[in-house]
């Protein structure tokens, strides 16, 4: 089966991106584009775009990329724990980054004196991350493998010159802006430095080569007096890389100030070429993220990828979240049951309260009402017979008139001296019975009662005297006004 995966160095002033495949043991670079990116025309991102579609990149391989050399801190801490997520907690402290904003991993680990470890830790910001990240993303590129420099260089080196696994060795990378230094012991990288330097690309090479010589053993006799607190041994190997290809000289320079083995990186010894151009080292950067990914067994380094998903994802630990899941559930459905029962409850004591105000209120109303059974239905039949008696009573004729009307009209215009025995109220007529001391009174009063609005005429009927005691008994029929 064939794995394929793409490395990207992305520098400050060049791209270089490599298609290596791997069958078995066997590595073979099959697409590699280098080219500058020191002009304001130079599009990145149009460039990676094109790496699929114009130079014939798979669109399906891995990809890999680095970060750049500026981004990444390196740190050596000396500490007796040997717990990574307590080193990781102790190194927040020691780099120049907010705790919020830093992503750690711990690179290697090597055991010194005692109970003391030293531990190299690199760290990036999650800032710095996302801008690489977005950078690839934005030319339809999803990264599997986002390294550091060194690690790739350093894959390179452990493909190409396996005996970099035995013994001490030093590996020097210069790209535009940095000096990259490591110092590894049976292939394990164990302190790491950064170094920003101004290269003097002039016309006196020789001048040029012989100062970035100086400074480079310089720096190597400073990280190995730290690392092995003695100074660097004769013929310690020194693997070099420079992405300008200027080697003339240079290892030259270095071997005189160091008495040390310098080795240029042969990215193709153990790496086939399909390519027709002839070799060239700049690829070694890309091929050995490449490596990274097709060889994790022979290569080592960290990926800033799982440090942020790790940061951001806590492990998922199945059986603990189905039982959050179950006991969470329980609770919510015992909190639902329960305020149910007491909402129940509640409206039970609300319906008794309210129907002991119901009885109340209808015994004041009918306290004649001895048998209280349904005290609603009671007293709807109570005001519905009321109701009845009512209309009853209510008006007497079309116009309006209601009885007490009648009564108090009759009542005014009756002289005193006629005396009212019985009075019968219909919708049509007033009867009126009574006595009077003669029957000039009950005429006089006929006239007055025909001369009232609402009555349209009265009739005197059955007038009668009796003989023994004078008094004249009548009957007068008042007819009421009907609408027409």
């Known amino acids: 089966m064939i794995k394929r ?27 590699a584009f280098c080219t ?6 130079d599009s990145v991102p149009d460039m990676l775009s094109n790496l699929i579609g114009k130079h014939g990149f798979d669109r399906h391989a891995a990809v890999a990329v680095s970060m750049p050399c500026k981004a990444v801190f390196l740190r050596n801490l000396e500490t007796s724990s040997t717990d990574l997520e307590q080193v990781c907690k102790l190194a927040k402290q020691d780099f120049p980054i907010g705790s919020e904003e830093i992503l750690l991993q711990v690179y290697s680990r090597r055991k010194l004196t005692g109970q003391k470890y030293s531990v190299l830790v690199a760290a990036v910001t999650r800032q710095s991350l996302r801008e690489r990240v977005d950078l690839l993303t934005s030319a339809k590129l999803s990264p599997n493998l986002v390294d550091t420099t060194v690690s790739a260089v350093h894959s390179t ?20 802006k940095y000096l990259t230094l490591a110092v590894t012991e049976d292939s394990n990288i164990l302190i790491v430095r950064n170094i920003p330097v101004t290269l003097p690309f002039g016309n006196n090479a020789h001048l040029a080569q012989k100062r970035i010589a100086e400074i480079l053993s310089d720096e190597v006799e400073i990280a190995w007096l730290r690392v092995f607190g003695s100074g660097i041994e004769e013929n310690t190997r020194i693997y070099l890389l420079a992405t300008n290809g200027a080697y003339d000289g240079l290892n ?14 042969n990215p193709y010894a153990k790496v086939k070429n399909l390519l027709r151009t002839g070799d060239k080292t700049e690829v070694c950067l890309a ?36 039982a959050t899941f179950a006991i969470l559930t329980a609770a ?24 002991n105000e119901i009885r ?21 039949q109570k005001l519905q017979s009321l109701r009845k008696d009512y209309t009853l009573c209510s008006y007497v004729s079309e116009v309006g008139l209601r009885p007490l009307e009648v009564l108090r009209v009759v009542a005014v215009s009756m002289p005193s001296e006629i005396k009212v025995n019985d009075m019968l109220i219909t919708s049509e007529s007033v009867r009126l ?9 009950v005429y006089y009063w006929q006239q007055l009662l025909q001369d009232v609005t609402h009555f349209t005429g009265a009739d005197v009927q059955d007038v009668r005297k009796e003989s023994e005691s004078g008094l004249v008994h009548f009957n007068i029929l008042v007819s009421l006004t009907t609408m027409g």
Not at 162 to 176: F, K, L
Not at 252 to 265: D, G, K, P, R
Not at 340 to 355: D, H, P, S, Y
Not at 433 to 441: A, D, I, L, V
């Open 5 to 31: 995966c793409i490395g990207i160095d992305i520098g400050s002033y060049h791209l270089c991106a490599v298609q290596v495949s791997r069958t078995d043991d066997e590595f073979q670079i099959e697409k």
């Open 36 to 41: 500058q990116t020191r002009r304001k025309a």
């Open 157 to 176: 080196i452990v493909v190409n010159h396996p005996e970099i696994a035995v013994g001490r060795a030093v590996i020097a990378y210069i790209d535009e």
């Open 252 to 265: 030259i320079f270095i071997e005189e100030h160091l008495n040390c083995q310098v080795t240029i990186i």
């Open 287 to 322: 091929e050995g993220l490449t490596l990274r990914v097709l060889a994790p067994e022979k290569t080592t380094g960290i990926n800033l990828l799982e440090a942020a998903n790790n940061d951001t994802k806590p492990t998922l630990n199945l059986k603990k979240e189905v």
């Open 332 to 355: 919510i459905v015992l909190v639902l049951l329960v305020g149910l029962f007491v909402r129940v409850w509640r409206l039970e004591a609300k319906n008794t309260r309210v129907n």
């Open 360 to 380: 109340q209120l209808f015994q004041r109303a009918l306290p004649e009402e001895k048998n209280v059974v349904r005290p609603l239905i009671q007293l709807e």
């Open 433 to 441: 019975m009574g006595t009077s001391p003669s029957f000039e009174h």
